[in-house]
């Protein structure tokens, strides 16, 4: 019987488990993560933080007797792989809760070791008002320290997806929130006139955004940044990137890639054929340019898995290469990405021109509809999408999910003039946004 072994029991490593038992009843299949919780979304922890979710378990999907139970999946948690010896097919494990070491064989392996809060050497950062947020401990850890402590205010550190959901989490607490960014515009990941469009909704909601500056120094509440201001604030989110967990690729010898993830061919296999690396570890390819690219979401870690535990189960379907789509709520705004963003085609020096228009998310004159702009980046030879922007109200995440759906399809920018789109006052209207910037680019030619 195979038997593939999986390390990392949460986004990639659960679903590519799942999976393999669902193509195949007779594979064995074995799951380790150092931490004590398997298979909950990530995702939901700043709205358990925010009691938007009420009961934090209903974020916890399953455990490993459910799993053992429903697909004869062995999840050992708290179990920490130490090493992987290569040309044995083996992997050394660490039991964390009795102090064990033991061997396990595998036929195949999946690294899904996901990525680490990245902690900046600053003076007085190992303080315990100084929280990261990336697993259910850590969630745990910050929702018991507000509700025992009862802190007024908060500085969260780093502008991206994290930093500014924890913001609007704490904010709809009623605590007082500053956010500081290093870069001039938050979320860099998005072209600077969308990034300003969340600044001015931080600027209404009264969160108190600091950019072009860093937290430098933090001593009992007073927190000094780069620029010589001082901030006071209860505690610190510090919320300034992901470092993906390579430790065990390095330590083996598989190739990292330049983006830093552990480099994978099409089926996620690693420069090793037996070894497979999913989800935030692991470097693919960019759809549009097919350049080395690494997504941290949880969209990718899911169709990976399914990549992977497909080719280990023999069916080659290949990957078509990374995104990066992503979408973000911010108070009464959404904002919504895919493909490449302004200055990624400018330091690529691609040829591209640019579809902005500034509509509605649906007709005009039912009650309940909002401002939306959607900018769309194309080459203008061969009228391929390159990637597309939106925010607004409602209505911002299934634009962009059209454009995703054009770019996998080879989609030109004028082709989304004729999409038969679906209408009804309350969704849409007769010429939706997707529909109006293809009219555009086909005038602008
Ligand atoms: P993870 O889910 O992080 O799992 C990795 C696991 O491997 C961990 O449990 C770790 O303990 C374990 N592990 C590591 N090394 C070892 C070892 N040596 N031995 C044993 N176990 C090990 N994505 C979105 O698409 N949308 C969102 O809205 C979104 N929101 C997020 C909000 C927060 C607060 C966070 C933290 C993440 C969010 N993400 C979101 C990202 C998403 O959760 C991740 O991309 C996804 O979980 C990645 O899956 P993964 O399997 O690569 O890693």
């Not at 010896?85 to 899904?112: C, M, P, W």
């Amino acid at each position: 019987m195979k038997k593939i072994v999986i390390i990392g029991a949460v986004g990639g490593g659960a679903t590519a488990a799942g999976q393999l038992r669902f193509y195949n009843p007779d594979v064995q299949v074995v799951v380790f993560d150092r931490d004590s919780t398997m298979s909950y979304a990530a995702c939901g922890t700043p709205y358990v933080i925010g009691d938007v979710i009420e009961d934090e378990q209903s974020i916890v999907l399953t455990n490993p007797e459910k799993f053992k139970k429903k697909r004869d999946i062995d999840v050992k948690l708290r179990h920490e792989v130490k090493e992987i010896d290569r040309d044995a097919k083996k992997v050394i494990v660490h039991n964390l809760e009795t102090g064990e070491q033991f061997e396990e064989s595998y036929d195949a392996l999946i690294l899904a070791p996901g990525g680490s809060a990245i902690m900046p050497k600053i003076e007085g950062i190992h303080s315990s008002k100084v929280f990261t947020l990336r697993n259910f401990e850590d969630m745990q850890r910050i929702d018991r320290f507000i509700k025992n402590e009862k802190p007024k205010s908060c500085v969260v550190s780093g502008g991206g997806f994290i930093g500014l959901e924890m913001a609007e989490n704490l904010k709809n607490l009623g605590l007082d929130v500053s956010l500081v960014h290093r870069s001039p515009a938050i979320m860099s990941i998005l072209d600077t006139d969308i990034s300003l469009m969340i600044e001015k909704e931080l600027a209404l909601q009264d969160v108190k955004l600091l950019t072009g500056t860093e937290m430098i120094k933090t001593e009992g509440k007073t927190i000094t940044l780069s620029n010589g201001i001082e901030l006071q604030a209860d505690f610190i989110i510090m919320s300034v990137g992901l470092r993906p967990n390579t430790e065990l690729a390095v330590k083996a010898g598989l190739k990292i890639g330049e983006t830093g993830g552990i480099q994978t061919n099409e089926f996620m296999q690693t420069d090793d054929p037996s070894i497979y690396a999913i989800g935030d570890a692991s470097e693919n390819f960019d759809m549009v340019t097919g350049d080395p690219k690494r997504v941290p979401l949880a969209s990718p870690a899911h169709r990976q898995a399914f990549i992977a535990a497909r080719h280990i189960l023999g069916d080659k379907i290949a990957k078509k290469g990374l995104l990066g789509t992503s979408v973000l709520k911010i108070f009464s705004l959404t904002a919504a990405m895919t493909g490449l963003n302004e200055k990624t085609i400018k330091d690529k020096k691609l040829e591209s021109a640019t579809i902005t228009h500034h509509g509605i998310s649906n007709a005009g004159y039912y009650p309940d509809h909002s401002k939306i702009t959607l900018k769309v980046h194309y080459n203008p030879h061969t009228r391929k999408i390159l990637g597309a922007q939106c925010i607004g109200g409602k209505g911002v995440d299934k634009r962009i999910d059209v454009i995703v759906t054009a770019i996998y399809g080879g989609l030109t920018i004028d082709d989304l003039q004729a999409l038969e789109l679906c209408y009804a006052p309350p969704y849409s209207s007769p010429k939706d946004p997707i529909n109006m910037v293809g009219y555009k680019a086909i005038n602008d030619q």
